[in-house]
Nanobody, 128 residues
Framework: QDRLTESGGGSTQAGGSLGLSCEAHEIMFKSACMGWFRQAPGKEREEVATLFTSTGATFYSDFAKGRFTISQDNANRAIHLQMNNLQPEDTGIYYC?????????????????????WGQGLQVTVSS
């Protein structure tokens, strides 16, 4: 059984919006650092936003601040990423991640990538 089930993504034009969702299974959702990474074609994977489920504390990469919002849905053991004002450079595959043994912080999950649970990835395409 997949530990993380993702949904959403798709295609939009520059300035448009898309949403991503990730439901956690068999993970201690009550206290986990969950979030999103992305990988653009030909580029390294990078952290987008994270959320510590027990406190609701959120962290954003600079490119995501002011445009993306990460939130949690405790009833469904899920997190969501609302992406507004999307630009072509936001194109890539977006991965849901979870770490039940770590708190969140700026760049924390980036340093623990080999110990994270990963979703299958969602394609996000933004055309100019």
């Amino acid at each position: 059984q997949d530990r993380l089930t993702e949904s959403g993504g798709g295609s939009t034009q520059a300035g448009g919006s898309l949403g991503l969702s990730c439901e956690a299974h068999e993970i201690m959702f009550k206290s986990a650092c969950m979030g999103w990474f992305r990988q653009a074609p030909g580029k390294e994977r990078e952290e987008v936003a994270t959320l510590f489920t027990s406190t609701g504390a959120t962290f954003y990469s600079d490119f995501a601040k002011g445009r993306f919002t990460i939130s949690q849905d405790n009833a469904n053991r899920a997190i969501h990423l609302q992406m507004n004002n999307l630009q072509p450079e936001d194109t890539g595959i977006y991965y849901c991640v979870a770490d039940p043994s770590s708190r969140c912080g700026d760049g924390v999950l980036s340093r623990r990538q080999d110990r994270l649970y990963w979703g299958q990835g969602l394609q996000v395409t933004v055309s100019s």
